[in-house]
């Protein structure tokens, strides 16, 4: 299919996959978009606690095509905050061996920090945890806060106050808080391999980013949007530009497609012109010059854009690097093999505690199912 964009190697680092029923409307997406190989984030969930088996999964099905950055199991938190960084470390080296290719934390998300019981990530709690990955190299993506408007009620959207992320009214961590601690454990670790998801909210800041950027030269960000971003992106596009030839090694090629379904509700499928959408909104931007515009009603929390965005028109070797180079830096240049027998001892694992959890959190619904569809998946592969 015809492409209006760079024919080029395009890896997506971060896509949610949020239920293994999407696997065909996921591929059918990514051969239209010719996009090359995907990286599966994984967030935890209320229900089933993981959603790392879908991901391994879909990996099982391709594996030369997908990434998987496994998410934390963060029955941790309930059970034994303070000492969560030791547990953390050892399963930073469970997901490595069952063929995870990195780690996926949305536990910087505020309205996911203030539901989970997460000690403060420069606490000592957390400390072995930190330690272990930057030992390993092991590259994590972090969502750390959100867009700064969030935090004041003049300035939300009102498509972001409708999912309830308005967070100023004094239950929610302060995002310059948040900031300083993620800081605090880069410079006692300063080789962690992080990419932070969403220009680590910085898209309005961009001196401020670029002072981050170099004094941790394993710190990345990723582009995914935040419509925000691209709005802020377009406020001086030369500045931008500037910043993005600057920072070509750090930067990393992202959509949040699935991000939909995640939020929404899974069995809706994964929404192909939606996802398009974001793909277009990213690439339009990095490779075309001029102003570019989309639809109003067309994105899924991309509210009411005004005016035009502008792009700014990366030279190839640039796009090369954030399209796949930057990304195949951090984990290797093909994704890592699958070990069935540490996936199905992980599988039968959590087809356990994810009852005990419910027992112990009166209201909370288990589902169990996937976990078992899952299991059945790798006995008979
Ligand atoms: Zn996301």
């Keep these: 299919m015809d492409s209006p964009f760079l024919d080029t190697k395009i890896i997506d680092c971060h896509?949610?996959?949020?239920?293994?029923?999407?696997?065909?409307?996921?591929?059918k997406i990514l051969d239209r978009n010719r996009i090359t190989s995907c990286n599966i984030v994984c967030t935890p969930h209320y229900n089933r606690l993981s959603l790392v088996p879908d991901a391994l999964q879909l990996k099982a099905n391709f594996p030369e095509r997908v990434y998987v950055f496994g998410g934390l199991d963060i029955s941790a938190l309930f059970m034994q905050p303070e000492t969560c960084g030791q547990y953390f470390a050892e399963y930073a080296e469970k997901l490595a061996e069952m063929g995870c290719d990195g780690i996926k934390?949305?536990?910087?998300?505020p309205d996911m920090r203030r539901n989970l019981p997460t000690p403060d990530f420069d606490s000592r709690s957390y400390e072995p945890y930190w330690a272990k990955?930057?030992?390993?190299?092991?590259?994590?993506?972090?969502?750390?806060?959100?867009?700064?408007?969030?935090?004041?009620?003049?300035?939300?959207?009102?498509?972001?106050?409708?999912?309830?992320?308005?967070?100023?009214?004094?239950?929610?961590?302060?995002?310059?808080?948040?900031?300083?601690q993620v800081i605090n454990v880069l410079t006692r670790f300063p080789k962690l391999k992080i990419i932070f998801a969403h220009f680590f909210?910085?898209?309005?800041?961009?001196?401020?980013?670029?002072?981050?950027?170099?004094r941790f030269p394993n710190m990345h960000v990723d582009l995914t949007p935040g419509i925000e971003m691209y709005h802020n992106f377009t406020q001086d596009s030369q500045k931008s530009r500037d910043f993005f030839i600057k920072y070509q090694d750090r930067i990393l090629y992202g959509t949040d497609i699935g991000a939909k379904a995640l939020?929404?509700?899974?069995?809706?499928g994964l929404d192909v012109l939606e996802s398009g959408m974001r793909i277009s909104l990213v690439?339009?931007?990095?490779?075309?010059?001029?102003?570019?515009?989309?639809?109003?009603?067309?994105?899924?929390?991309?509210?009411?854009f005004e005016g035009d965005f502008?792009?700014?028109?990366?030279?190839?070797?640039?796009?090369?690097?954030?399209?796949?180079?930057?990304?195949?830096?951090?984990?290797?240049?093909?994704?890592?093999?699958?070990?069935?027998?540490?996936?199905?001892?992980?599988?039968?694992?959590?087809?356990i505690i994810i009852p005990a959890m419910g027992a112990a959190?009166?209201?909370?619904?288990v589902d169990t199912s996937v976990v078992e569809k899952v299991k059945s998946y790798f006995l008979s592969h």
Excluded: C
Aim: glycine content about 10%; hydrophobic content about 35%; overall charge negative.
């Design 133 to 180: 990955i930057e030992e390993m190299g092991f590259p994590l993506v972090f969502h750390v806060n959100d867009p700064e408007e969030f935090w004041d009620k003049q300035r939300i959207p009102d498509w972001a106050l409708k999912q309830g992320w308005f967070y100023g009214d004094g239950s929610f961590i302060n995002n310059e808080a948040q900031y300083s």
């Design 263 to 268: 939020l929404s509700d899974p069995s809706g």
């Design 105 to 109: 934390m949305i536990e910087g998300k």
């Design 361 to 365: 959190q009166p209201g909370m619904a």
């Design 283 to 304: 690439r339009n931007f990095l490779e075309k010059d001029g102003g570019f515009r989309f639809e109003e009603g067309q994105g899924f929390l991309f509210g009411k």
């Design 201 to 214: 909210f910085l898209s309005s800041q961009l001196e401020r980013l670029a002072g981050y950027l170099d």
């Design 310 to 351: 502008q792009s700014i028109n990366l030279p190839i070797n640039v796009l090369e690097k954030i399209y796949s180079k930057n990304f195949e830096k951090l984990t290797g240049l093909s994704p890592k093999p699958l070990n069935k027998s540490a996936i199905l001892a992980e599988l039968e694992r959590l087809s």
């Design 15 to 27: 896509i949610h996959y949020p239920h293994p029923d999407l696997s065909s409307n996921l591929i």
